[in-house]
């Protein structure tokens, strides 16, 4: 039997220009909700084309607008750092890009403060408290770039961890193929979900603190992180399901959000510590695991 969870309609995403669309959605170690609207298409952004983006950062009861113009940048993650300042990531190195540094700090001026190399092939992005950058790769990353499958930056762009360095071995943590979902739930406590095997890894400290091997293999895009449960977002045959799983037994149920006794088709799923936001009937819902 299916197990339900009920979502909360945590706010209504801002009303955009004719022709602009959604570039990224970003939680960050605060909980706030970062949106970054673009008035060009992605690929157009990827080849070079210069750009209007509207920030928008979500404070008690409403938004915080910031905008700002620039080219050579094709933006699909945002994520704080800093004092007040915001992390926008390209999330490859592109022929267009003058500057391979695809990681934009901008503050809320609308000026570009600095650069930092994170690396292509990227899939997930999350700041921590002290502005560590945790990234993820997916496997064009991993594969065609030699990139770690999840790497660690702090605030300069120094590389402090690299998982297939640090953590990955041949007889208990597989390597990253593809980082299909991250939560960094604390500066030092970091989740991580992946294929090939589809082990989920916490680290503590940027050690290995545990490994569930035997997590279902869904192809989950997102997951949140209770004290007992995991809530995993999406599945390759029903991408708006979630799974609940259960770490101490092994045990997993299928079920999906409901808000005001309906399905929630979601198109966009993260996972922030025990919060899972949802994009769905242009609002952000939220969900916990418990």
Request: a negative charge.
């Amino acid at each position: 039997m299916p197990v339900d969870e009920q979502a909360q309609r945590l706010v209504d995403l801002p009303i955009i220009p004719n022709g602009w669309g959604w570039a990224a959605t970003g939680v960050g170690p605060d909980f706030a909700v970062l949106l970054l609207a673009a008035d060009t298409p992605f690929d157009a952004r990827r080849a070079g084309r210069t750009t209007r983006y509207r920030l928008y950062r979500r404070t008690v009861g409403s938004f915080d607008v910031f905008e700002f113009q620039h080219e050579g940048a094709a933006y699909t993650h945002v994520q704080p750092i800093g004092d007040g300042n915001f992390l926008l990531v390209t999330p490859g190195i592109y022929e267009a890009m003058r500057d391979k540094r695809n990681g934009d700090v901008w503050n809320s001026e609308g000026r570009l403060i600095g650069k930092i190399l994170l690396g292509d092939g990227i899939n997930n992005v999350q700041t921590s408290v002290r502005s560590e950058v945790w990234v993820g790769y997916h496997d064009e990353g991993v594969y065609g770039a030699g990139e770690p499958g999840l790497a660690c930056f702090d605030a300069a762009g120094k590389r402090v961890l690299s998982f297939a360095d640090s953590v990955a071995d041949d007889d208990r943590v597989p390597v990253i193929d593809d980082c299909y979902a991250l939560n960094v739930a604390a500066d030092d406590d970091v989740w991580v979900y992946y294929f090939k095997a589809f082990p989920l890894v916490r680290l503590v400290d940027k050690r290995l603190g545990a490994i569930w091997p035997d997590t279902p293999g869904v192809g989950a895009h997102a997951f949140a992180v209770g004290e007992r449960t995991v809530l995993f977002a999406g599945d390759y045959g029903a991408p708006s399901s979630l799974t609940r799983y259960f770490p101490e037994s092994g045990r997993s149920e299928m079920g999906h959000a409901i808000a005001d006794g309906h399905q929630l088709d979601f198109t966009r799923a993260i996972g922030r510590a025990d919060r899972l936001y949802l994009v769905a009937n242009s609002a952000i819902w939220l969900v916990q695991a418990d």
